[in-house]
């Protein structure tokens, strides 16, 4: 098993400085973000959108929007497949990226977000703490609140909850 996997607690933020570095289940895929204030503030987001879930295998999915020149991706068996999801809420095609060999999600890619990169945040071993949530109108009635977490009803910096 990777060392990188297990309680992200055991991760003090203060191993990921300058850099964040994550795997697949597989370890076909590494991506390292290279960013000084991933934990600085709060970067991520969680989105409810039923793709997203679909995508994530659970009820949200932790994301980071990041300019594409803060990523770097090795694919060192070329394994990293795209689907291009037609079917989004906006209706703009999102290339959905993930391992082909253990369907790891790795990265969505929008036209939307010109120069910038949406990360899946199950990758790494510590995730930065959410500033906002998007399609929360389609949050699960038993999920809990984030204190200091922005919800838009669906796209995010619309209309607020």
């Not at 597989?26 to 997203?52: M, Q, W, Y």
């Not at 071993?125 to 669906?154: N, S």
Request: with cysteine.
């Amino acid at each position: 098993m990777s060392s990188i996997t297990g309680n992200p607690n055991s991760h003090p933020i203060s191993e990921f400085t300058d850099r964040l570095t994550g795997n697949c289940l597989c370890e076909s895929v590494k991506v390292t973000i290279k960013d000084p204030d991933l934990f600085t503030r709060r970067r991520g987001h969680i989105c409810h959108c039923a793709n997203c879930r679909k995508v994530s295998g659970s009820f949200a999915a932790s994301n980071l929007v990041i300019e594409e020149d803060k990523v770097e991706i090795l694919d060192r068996e070329g394994t990293l497949s795209k689907f291009v999801d037609t079917q989004t809420g906006s209706g703009t095609p999102l290339e959905r990226w993930f391992c082909s060999r253990c369907g790891n999600p790795v990265k969505s890619v929008t036209p939307v977000l010109a120069g910038k990169v949406v990360m899946k945040m199950g990758l790494f071993p510590r995730i930065p703490a959410p500033e906002f949530e998007t399609f929360a109108l389609h949050r699960h009635e038993w999920q809990g609140i984030h204190p200091d977490v922005d919800q838009y009803k669906i796209k995010a910096f619309g209309e607020k909850l």
